[in-house]
Nanobody, 122 residues
Framework: QVQLVESGGGLVQAGDSLRLSCAAS????????MGWFRQAPGKEREFVAT????????AYGDVVNGRFTISRDNAKNTVYLQMNSLKPEDTAVYYC???????????????WGQGTQVTVSS
């Protein structure tokens, strides 16, 4: 069983940056593709970014528009989401997820973290 714990969320102003972290335990991290998703109040969860097990492949949702970067450190069992030029519409709970089935936006993600709140004020 894989456990995922997100951190790094908070309250920032528009234009600021944040780096989210997701620490994994209980499994072989380097076997897992990882993803970030977010959900704003009253809205459906949306895809933000994904990274392959080796870190060699990444993909981003349309909402990112070149502002976010996903990365991973397999030695630390951690995946990151660097978010720059934040906008009020980026306000959401950000979730880390892991997939044992493969890399991509539409694959089934087996494991999910509890989420970390990101609030961007205008």
């Amino acid at each position: 069983q894989v456990q995922l714990v997100e951190s790094g969320g908070g309250l920032v102003q528009a234009g600021d940056s944040l780096r989210l972290s997701c620490a994994a335990s209980g499994g072989t991290f380097s076997d897992l593709a990882m993803g970030w998703f977010r959900q704003a109040p009253g809205k459906e969860r949306e895809f933000v970014a994904t990274i392959s097990w080796s870190g060699g492949k990444t993909a981003y949702g349309d909402v990112v528009n070149g502002r976010f970067t996903i990365s991973r450190d397999n030695a630390k069992n951690t995946v990151y989401l660097q978010m720059n030029s934040l906008k009020p519409e980026d306000t959401a709970v950000y979730y880390c997820a892991a997939s044992s089935l493969g890399y991509g936006q539409s694959v089934f993600y087996d494991y999910w973290g509890q989420g970390t709140q990101v609030t961007v004020s205008s």
